[in-house]
């Protein structure tokens, strides 16, 4: 059977994750976050100290990860433990961006995400999707806006909670892990030829929503 496969790439705090799953609700498509992978693994890293490139090399055999969709919604398990809670800190984000860089990492990764992709309908977002992961990709969009927009929107999602960092450091953040993603050598950030660009930094969640379902019903039509 040929499912439908539609790519959405992005930088980090675009809201990639958040539209991708609202869309494939309405859709009745699986949307699968490859990002909460690459965090499982830099959990794993930070877990057992192993965040050095030939540290995490020697060790990416015993790395498990797998992913279920209880529900429609993706939970992520590390050698059978399920560390969806566990995986948003800003440690966490750091050590999957550094993690993430590494080859070993990337191929591990690259062949549990084709096979989802390969027996689901499927919006998956990440890094390079479009590029590398699902190069034939029904369609393939790729989601961004400012790196000001982007922290000032993580920062009214934290600004309730204790420990809230200062705008300017979720801005410094942000701006750390974009160069990191972007020059990486390997599967770098960046928007495939055949990607439809959407910068959101002027529209609201709905809106992008609507526009981004639109793009894929057009498409699929
Ligand atoms: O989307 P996210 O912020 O949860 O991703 C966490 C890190 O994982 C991000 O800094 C880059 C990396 N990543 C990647 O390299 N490739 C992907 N397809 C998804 C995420």
């Given at each position: ?136 990709a029904d369609l393939k969009i790729f989601l961004t806006a400012s790196a ?74």
């Amino acid at each position: 059977m040929k499912t439908i496969n539609i790519a959405i790439d992005g930088p980090s705090g675009a809201g990639k994750s958040s539209i991708s799953k609202a869309v494939a609700k309405d859709l009745g498509f699986i949307h699968v976050d490859t990002g909460a992978m690459y965090r499982a693994i830099g959990l794993y890293a930070i877990r057992n100290g192993c965040l050095e490139e030939e540290q995490i090399t020697k060790q990416i055999s015993e790395i498990e990860i797998e992913l279920k969709f209880i529900g429609g919604v993706q939970r992520v398990f590390l050698c059978g433990e399920d560390v969806s809670d566990y995986i948003r800190s800003p440690e966490v984000s750091m050590a999957a961006s550094r993690v993430s860089a590494v080859p070993a990492v990337r191929k591990h990764l690259l062949d549990l995400q084709k096979k989802i992709a390969s027996e689901n309908n499927i919006i998956m977002d990440g890094r390079d999707i479009g590029t590398v992961v699902l190069p034939h990709a029904d369609l393939k969009i790729f989601l961004t806006a400012s790196a000001e927009e982007r922290a000032s929107r993580r920062y009214l999602e934290l600004r309730e909670k204790p420990g809230c960092p200062e705008y300017e450091e979720i801005l410094e953040d942000i701006k750390k892990r974009d160069y990191q993603d972007m020059h990486r050598d390997i599967a770098p950030l960046c928007q495939a030829e055949d990607a439809v660009l959407v910068d959101s930094s002027a529209m609201g969640f709905h809106e992008v929503v609507e526009h981004i379902t639109a793009l894929i019903k057009e498409k699929l039509d």
